[in-house]
Nanobody, 115 residues
Framework: QVQLVESGGGLVQAGGSLRLSCAASGFGFSIITMGWFRQAPGKQRELVAQITGRITTNYADSVKGRFTISRDNAEKTVYLHMNSLKPEDTAVYYC?????????WGHGTQVTVSS
């Protein structure tokens, strides 16, 4: 059974930092592309960052230079390090695993950036 459990969200002032974690289980983590998506109120869910099993990364233009995605295969955890946060980063952040032509999602964690 695939499980993705996010943690690390919260309230932070603009310019601050947060680190999100996603603990994965139920599949071969090390070879799977993992990602972080976010959804703000009234908006569609959008890709924030992805990291492949070969540690190739991809970022949305809006977060390049501020966010870093990483993974620890031994701990089956993927991280999103978020720096220089802006109010427009406010959203529910979801962990994603993509394999076997399916998308698997965590429950999400709220990130709120105050101005």
């Amino acid at each position: 059974q695939v499980q993705l459990v996010e943690s690390g969200g919260g309230l932070v002032q603009a310019g601050g930092s947060l680190r999100l974690s996603c603990a994965a289980s139920g599949f071969g983590f090390s070879i799977i592309t993992m990602g972080w998506f976010r959804q703000a109120p009234g908006k569609q869910r959008e890709l924030v960052a992805q990291i492949t099993g070969r540690i190739t990364t991809n970022y949305a233009d809006s977060v390049k230079g501020r966010f870093t995605i990483s993974r620890d295969n031994a701990e089956k955890t993927v991280y999103l390090h978020m720096n220089s946060l802006k109010p427009e980063d406010t959203a529910v952040y979801y962990c994603n695993a993509r394999f076997n032509q399916n998308d698997y999602w965590g429950h999400g964690t709220q990130v709120t950036v105050s101005s």
